[in-house]
């Protein structure tokens, strides 16, 4: 290779390097047409809802079955590619699947039984209106809406801090569900609850809902700036994905490839939150405050004389440590440490502080010199235990809310950041929803709206972003709640992607379905549970799940067109939850600071040492509280709890619209193996065994419990059989069975 064809070639490269620097440069303000349609381009899901008129004749044509709108459109479908539903799902299936899709947790023998005898025809409706009036529906509906916004109890990153207030979040989205709040509603306290609602302790604590995500909070390490910016993106981003449907965030560092959505339009959006800050707001009243205080006062008095002990124990083995690290040090070192501060160099000085590390005693140290002394060690644990016994006897802090609020209306400029970065601003933006969605509304200019404070604290910003959310004429807000609603009850989504309405997005299945729900919604003055009633008593959400058709086998196997119901797995808390409830161990008790249970002990040595000072998973000390309902049990980001991951809980990191499904062998070794499985097949065991009367009525309470049904014939002989022939006690024998029966697919799946 010669001298001029390498001079060629580098001035080649060079060439090629200024072009695609240039196009970069550009890339936030250039589309490419091939890729990204225009504002002028149609896309369905940027079109008002089109309105479907289900006229009474046409809803219910002779033989055609059921009379709800949605039975209507389905058929519709159905009928284009000819293909024939199946039959409806067993009485016994359905009560399972209706309960556990509204609660989370399975009837009970004695439902079961009510609803078998009830030969009315409009019995399934006044089970259907039970369970909607029920605690345990908020209960089991705020978990999908936390795995929205990445509920969790701590901060995540490597500190990983506890959040000892997010708890009331979670419990305001559960009385917000039972109290069947109004979706704009519920929206507009997320968004802006400071502003929604002046003054409010429930708005406050509902605006924790852009505070839910991860936080890192690590001392001098971050760039305040760029800590700035990462709390707008995630509520940016979250807002964007959880109540528009949108990818927002793949604008934050260039136009989106695909949709179209501006840099511009992302920073216009974020400037709505430019103003509000993360903020701990009291709620408390000065009894609380000083009763905490005395209590704290009271404790410390306690522990004080404990943790002198504790020291003077340590004490020889700390100046030993010490002295052996002396010891240590060079001469040059030693002079250094000597010399005064002032006379030292800028090199002595790094030193100095080098070795002043160095010299540290830990408490790592001292506890691991202790533990070598039987004796002292022994005492040294004892110490600690009296110490964390009264520590854990501390109430809960005075309530403060978890909020993002507004401190005043001189609110930071928002500008438009190349490739996303703070140190690299373009142009400042001024608030404003995304161009294609305002175009679509009738193209008003929010540049030339009249922006007028609330008052001295308060911009009104997330205000008007919450009613622009509520506008009748938003096309995605009520599309997107009403798909997901449709997607938890029926497997798959009307838009298999829940939280991509774009152009890359799944394009609905049913597109006359979706527009009338959210039309209906809108109709129902935003109320959500009319929309969870009419899915619900549908005909499509009745049908069975095992009977198959052979049009639908072979013209929709994926089952996209709703011609049988979807048979689905349980979610990690619904099966946790279904087993205590199954052993006749489940706590009903709502609300509260999260539940610590016990760790597996595995979990607990990877995670923590023996030797910490202080105990980071304080188990709750009160047994009956480990029985409580999942969504009760404290998330703590860098915890899991073995059963949660094995069946795919999300880690709560980003926003999670639905969960993935997957089968391997740690599902079946943590429900056979596990502390928590066995002890809830001994619970059950003891219960059946409590049963008055002979096995077969025991075996058939059993089944009754885990599979709403009573046993076959054939079930019931097997059954006796392995109980006569299995060794042990009477106890065992039956625990045996238990565990057999709750790792049973049947109970895992819902029909």
């Known amino acids: 290779m010669n001298a001029a064809f390498c001079v060629r070639r580098m001035v080649s490269i060079g060439i090629a390097l200024l072009v695609v620097l240039g196009h970069a440069a550009t890339a936030s303000s250039d589309r490419d047409a091939a890729k990204v349609p225009s504002l002028s381009e149609k896309h369905w899901a940027f079109e008002a809802p089109k309105d479907v008129v289900v006229a009474p004749g046409r809803v219910s044509p002779r033989g055609a079955g059921s009379s709800n709108p949605v039975d209507y459109l389905i058929r519709a479908k159905l009928s284009e590619r000819n293909i024939q539903a199946v039959s409806q799902a067993e009485k016994s299936a359905l009560l399972r699947r209706v309960t556990y899709d509204l609660t989370g947790l399975p009837p009970t023998p004695e439902e079961l039984r009510a609803f078998l005898s009830d030969r009315s025809a409009s019995g399934y409706e006044r089970v259907v209106d039970r369970l909607l009036a029920s605690q345990g529906f908020g209960e089991r509906w705020a978990q999908h809406w936390l795995d929205l916004a990445h509920y969790a109890d701590s901060n995540g990153f490597e500190l990983d801090a506890d959040r000892p207030d997010a708890w009331r979040y979670r419990d305001w989205v559960i009385r917000a569900i039972n109290d069947d709040m109004p979706y ?70 260039h136009d989106h490839k695909f949709d179209p959505i501006s840099t511009a339009d992302y920073y216009r959006l974020e400037a709505f939150f430019a103003g509000a800050q993360h903020t701990e707001i009291p709620i408390h009243g000065p009894p609380e405050k000083a009763r905490f205080e005395a209590e704290a006062k009271r404790i410390k008095a306690l522990v004080a004389p404990i943790e002198d002990e504790k020291k003077r124990l340590e004490e020889p083995y700390r100046k030993r440590l010490q002295e052996a690290k002396e010891a240590a040090l060079t001469r040059h070192e030693r002079a250094v440490r000597a010399k005064p501060k002032e006379q030292r160099t800028p090199e002595e000085a790094r030193l100095f502080e080098g070795i002043s590390v160095a010299l540290r005693v830990t408490w790592e140290e001292v506890a691991e010199a202790v533990a070598h002394h039987p004796g002292d060690h022994a005492t040294r644990e004892a110490l600690k ?24 209306t001189n609110v ?15 142009e400042e933006v001024t608030p404003s929803p995304p161009d294609v969605l305002l175009a679509s509304m009738g193209g008003v200019d929010w540049s030339k709206t009249v922006r007028v404070p609330l008052d001295e604290k308060r911009s009104g910003r997330r205000l008007r972003l919450a009613q622009w959310l509520s506008d009748a004429r938003n096309p995605l807000t009520a599309r997107v709640i009403v798909n997901r609603l449709w997607m938890h009850h029926f497997g798959r989504g009307l838009v298999a992607t829940p939280s991509d309405f774009g152009t890359r997005g799944a394009r609905p299945s049913h597109p006359e379905l979706l527009d009338w729900l959210a039309l209906e919604l809108v109709r129902n003055g935003w109320h959500l549970k009319p929309i969870h009633r009419l899915m619900v008593t549908s005909q499509a959400y009745q049908r069975s799940s095992e009977a198959l058709s052979a049009s639908g086998v072979k013209q929709d196997p994926e089952n996209a067109l709703y011609w049988r119901m979807n048979r ?71 915890v899991h709890y073995p059963m949660f991951d094995a069946f795919d809980a999300p880690d709560m990191l980003t926003s999670c619209p639905q969960r993935a499904v997957s089968l391997h062998a740690p599902q079946a070794l943590v429900m056979m193996n596990s502390e928590f499985a066995q002890s809830a097949a001994r619970s059950f065991a003891q219960l059946l065994i409590r049963t008055s009367g002979e096995d077969t009525r025991r075996i058939e309470g059993a089944f009754e419990r885990c599979f709403s049904r009573r046993p076959s014939a054939r079930e019931l002989r097997l059954t006796r059989a392995f109980l006569r022939e299995a060794t042990g006690t009477e106890l065992e024998r039956w625990t045996d069975l238990a565990l057999a029966l709750i790792n049973s697919n049947e109970l895992t799946y819902v029909p």
């Open 568 to 638: 689905r797995r349980m979610e990690a808390e619904g099966l946790r939850d279904s087993v205590l409830s199954v052993a006749g161990r489940l706590s009903r008790k709502a609300g509260g600071p999260g539940v610590r249970i016990p760790l597996e002990p595995e979990v607990r040595d990877l995670i923590f040492t023996e030797a910490e000072e202080v105990d980071l998973w304080p188990v709750t000390p009160e047994i009956s509280e480990h029985d409580r309902r999942s969504i009760y049990l404290h998330r703590k980001r860098n």
């Open 385 to 408: 235990r009296r110490i964390h016994d009264l520590q854990i006897q501390l109430p809960q802090p005075p309530a403060h809310a978890m909020a993002m609020a507004e401190v005043s």
């Open 412 to 426: 930071p400029s928002t500008w438009v950041l190349r490739r996303g970065d703070v140190k690299n601003k373009r």
């Open 184 to 253: 704009t509603r519920f929206m507009g306290l997320q968004i802006a609850g400071d502003e929604y609602e002046s003054g409010s302790k429930d708005a406050w604590v509902a605006s924790g809902f852009a505070r839910s995500g991860p936080f890192e909070v690590v001392s001098g390490n971050i760039d305040p700036e760029v800590r700035r910016q990462n709390e707008l993106t995630g509520a940016t981003s979250t807002v964007g994905a959880v109540f528009l449907g949108l990818t927002m965030g793949c604008a934050r560092c």
